[in-house]
């Protein structure tokens, strides 16, 4: 692989039940980031992490969790979805200390997620 | 709070000159990033200003003012490829992007 993948691609999802998103990069980039994209508002970022071992909480956090057990990985889950969680996922990931000038992040493709 | 204003959709000619811009307000500043994004896919990198000026890509060009809290993308000799929406995005204090809601720019032949 090369890039960032994300898996599935779009989801029909039940409230209450649970899941998982998944991401994992290839770039060995220390830090990873999980955003969600509604129609007319900016990308919104739900949790992120520096570096394996570390998490943090984002914008918009609630409802949410993830793990960063490696530095390829980066799963967000959602322990009981609810329809307000209707919305396309982005993972990016971003290599703060490669030194160089700007601190790009490359996105995955994305997951489409609709909870009925 | 934090803020990221960009227009929310512009028309432009095949061929023509369109410039979008952005002005911001949040807690520091540590650059300003454009991204542009087709519909249905992830966002791509397409420039990042830091300090005051013109920085030039090709066709593409962004400006910043630090002190007006300003940015435009300028995109030239557009080509219908160009259609899609264009996302600015700040960096803060804590050095995460906050972003605009993105400004869907439609091509006319």
């Known amino acids: 692989i090369a890039g960032i993948t994300q898996a599935p691609t779009s989801q029909i999802l039940a409230a209450g039940r649970r899941m998982t998103l998944r991401c994992t990069q290839d770039m060995r980039h220390n830090a990873m980031y999980w955003y969600r994209q509604d129609l007319g508002l900016g990308l919104r970022l739900i949790h992120y992490s520096n570096t394996a071992g570390t998490t943090g909480k984002g914008e918009v956090p609630d409802g949410y969790s993830v793990s960063r057990a490696n530095t390829d990985d980066f799963p967000l889950t959602l322990a009981s979805a609810v329809p307000s969680q209707t919305s396309v996922y982005f993972c990016?990931?971003?290599?703060?200390?490669?030194?160089?000038?700007?601190?790009?992040?490359?996105f995955g493709p994305g997951t489409r997620l609709t909870v009925l | 709070g934090q803020n990221i204003d960009q227009p929310t959709e512009m028309t432009a000619t095949e061929g023509a000159i369109v410039q979008i811009n952005c002005t911001y307000q949040t807690s520091g500043f540590n650059g300003l990033f454009w991204y542009q994004q087709h519909a249905g896919e992830a966002p791509t990198f397409l420039s990042y200003?830091?300090l005051d000026g013109l920085e030039e890509k090709g066709r593409f060009s962004s400006f910043l003012s630090r002190s007006k809290g300003y940015s435009y993308l300028l995109l030239k000799e557009l080509q219908m490829k160009d259609s899609a929406s264009y996302l600015c995005a700040v960096m803060d204090s804590n050095y995460q992007l906050i972003w605009g809601a993105g400004t869907k720019l439609i091509i006319k032949p």
């Open positions: 990016a990931s971003s290599d703060p200390t490669s030194g160089g000038d700007y601190n790009e992040q490359f």
């Open positions: 200003n830091v």
